[in-house]
């Protein structure tokens, strides 16, 4: 998911030298959220991939500098859904780690997730980067959500 931030978000670079010229690496740091409603429904949103494809995610985004995990997926998901929310008891739901190449550049992401109760807002709020608030069913939400990683963290997040 692109950053609405100015500059560049804190990440680590690295460099590989090899047949065909030199790679670059990015190492980013995300957090986002396993948001649920009072009566128990999950939180996913609809946005777009690199590639421009519609796809169903859990909300998350970039750390900034200086910013903890936590504090990032609260604020990420208060703006990509509109919805205040407070940490669950346990909060920390899961890691997730991928790679992806975006500009010609590898990019390893890790998105720690936490577990959020929704306590007030309006999914209308959401920011310019989400297309639509999706609030069902768990087991409806899981099997829209379009990453398998994302559906096994909900999946081991609800049993906590």
């Given amino acids: 998911m692109p950053s609405r931030r100015k500059g560049l978000p804190p990440a680590r670079i690295g460099v590989?030298?090899?047949?065909?010229?030199?790679?670059?690496?990015?190492?980013?740091?995300?957090?986002?959220?396993?948001?649920?409603?009072?009566?128990?429904?999950?939180?996913?949103?609809?946005?777009?991939?690199?590639?421009g494809q519609s796809v169903v995610t859990l909300p998350k985004g970039l750390l900034e500098a200086g910013e903890q995990a936590i504090e990032a997926?609260?604020?990420?998901?208060?703006?990509?859904?509109?919805?205040?929310?407070?940490?669950?008891?346990?909060?920390r739901a899961g890691v997730v780690e991928y790679w992806f190449v975006r500009d010609r550049v590898r990019v390893k992401k890790r998105v720690d997730f936490f577990r959020f109760a929704v306590t007030g807002g309006d999914p209308a709020l959401h920011d310019n980067e989400v297309d639509e608030v999706v609030i069902l069913e768990p087991s409806a939400a899981m099997g829209k959500l379009t990453y398998p990683a994302e559906r096994d963290l909900v999946r081991k997040a609800l049993t906590l």
């Avoid at 990509?80 to 940490?87: F, S």
């Fill in 73 to 91: 997926a609260r604020r990420e998901v208060t703006e990509e859904t509109g919805l205040e929310v407070r940490a669950a008891d346990p909060a």
């Fill in 16 to 51: 590989r030298h090899g047949i065909g010229g030199t790679i670059r690496t990015v190492f980013e740091h995300s957090a986002g959220g396993v948001v649920l409603t009072t009566d128990g429904l999950l939180v996913v949103v609809r946005t777009r991939n690199l590639a």
